[in-house]
């Protein structure tokens, strides 16, 4: 049976949950650090907040949605939407969620709404997230660096090709 998902805005409950979905996000980067349990909470919260208020700060009419499971909730998903585009601001899953076609029925929706209205989607990633294969794989091209982060795009087929790949 194909799991049900389902997006809920978030509310002032969901904080540690949040929090849980962003550690599980930066496990690898951790484990690397050699930091004791105790220093890596402490950071992981204090970037934890300030992506917060940073993504609230600059996007302040973004959808913020939990990402459910059957009920269970099992990720984030914030999306911004304008004229032009639909930008992915951030997408994470816990970790037991990933590799599922969860992340690809969560963008495939997005796409596929861009696509009806001519829009691009527009996401930025560390070039060495294992996501990006999967951005590639939807059609995703990189379209430049900003800092760490590449920019990758995907825009809607003009109307001419949809007509010629209908035929």
Known sequence: MKPILHLRPI?????????????????????????DQVTAEVFLRM???????HY??????????????????????YVARAQDEI???????????????????LLGGLLAEAGARGQRVVLHVEEN?????????????PAGMQGMYRRMEWRAPSPAARVRGAA
């Open 11 to 35: 509310h002032a409950g969901d904080e540690a949950f949040l929090r849980r979905v962003y550690a599980s996000s930066r496990t690898a980067e951790i484990a690397l650090t050699g930091w």
């Open 47 to 53: 970037q934890f907040e300030a992506q917060h208020h």
């Open 56 to 77: 609230r700060q600059h996007y302040p009419q973004a959808r913020y949605d939990i990402v459910e499971c059957d009920g269970e909730p099992i990720g984030r998903l």
């Open 87 to 105: 930008r992915v601001i951030d997408i994470a899953l816990l970790e037991a969620h990933r590799g599922q076609g969860i992340g690809t029925t």
């Open 129 to 141: 997230n294992p996501a990006c294969a999967l951005y590639r794989r939807l059609g995703f091209c």
